[in-house]
Antibody, heavy 118, light 105 residues
Framework: QVQLQESGPGLVKPSETLSLTCTVSDDSFSFYYWSWIRQPAGKGPEWIGRLLPSGSTDYNPSLKSRVTMSVDTSKKQISVRLSSVTAADTAVYYC????????????WGQGTTVTVSS | SFELTQPLSVSVAPGQTARVTCGGDNIGTKNVHWYQQKPGQAPVLVIYRDNNRPSGIPDRFSGSNSGDTATLTISRAQAEDEADYFCQVWDSCVVFGGGTKLTVL
């Protein structure tokens, strides 16, 4: 079973850029959609965006102006960058396999907590 | 943007059937996925494409989708089913429902 591991700073200052990486454990990397999702404490999940096998990306319209997703196939890593963060960006950030129309997100990382604070 | 409406909470007695609804405009035309999330854990996909169970999910979990409502049904509810449940669709982006807390009491 494929495993996903998120990594990155747990604390980011307001107005700076949040950067996280998700490492995929197997070679299925190139065949699936990969999504980033975040979840503030006590709230429901919010989808950030997805990376398609073609390398193209789709983003949540509410975050589109601040989000960039990228891939490093040699390292089997998907990255997300969120610029100009505020306290409202404090959340647990997950990467997950999937995010297409017909299938759900069937594999999730354990999540990483990011706090935005000075 | 597309909105999904879930009840905040549902209660069920052990061994009985719980139904968690997810409302949305003509949701019956969309593929609905359901996730279970226990405290401190990542969500787990329990139903995809309305009524399909991923490998390892008990057959007590089932789903339906028609008209303006999708429903997750948990038969023979067990204490271990107590969790938050979220529905999800694609509508130009991934959209999640607000979540339903299922209590087994």
């Amino acid at each position: 079973q494929v495993q996903l591991q998120e990594s990155g700073p747990g604390l980011v200052k307001p107005s700076e850029t949040l950067s996280l990486t998700c490492t995929v454990s197997d070679d299925s990397f190139s065949f699936y959609y990969w999504s980033w999702i975040r979840q503030p404490a006590g709230k429901g999940p919010e989808w950030i965006g997805r990376l398609l096998p073609s390398g193209s990306t789709d983003y949540n319209p509410s975050l589109k102006s601040r989000v960039t997703m990228s891939v490093d196939t040699s390292k089997k890593q998907i990255s997300v960058r969120l610029s100009s963060v505020t306290a409202a960006d404090t959340a647990v950030y997950y990467c997950a396999r999937g995010g297409g129309v017909t299938n759900g997100m069937d594999v999730w990382g354990q999540g990483t907590t990011v706090t935005v604070s000075s | 943007s597309f909105e999904l409406t879930q009840p905040l909470s549902v209660s069920v007695a052990p061994g009985q059937t719980a139904r968690v609804t997810c409302g949305g405009d003509n949701i019956g035309t969309k593929n609905v996925h359901w996730y279970q999330q226990k405290p401190g854990q990542a969500p787990v996909l329990v139903i995809y494409r309305d009524n399909n169970r991923p490998s390892g999910i008990p057959d007590r979990f089932s789903g339906s989708n028609s008209g303006d409502t999708a429903t997750l049904t948990i038969s023979r509810a067990q204490a271990e089913d107590e969790a938050d449940y979220f529905c999800q669709v694609w509508d130009s982006c991934v959209v999640f429902g607000g979540g339903t807390k299922l209590t087994v009491l």
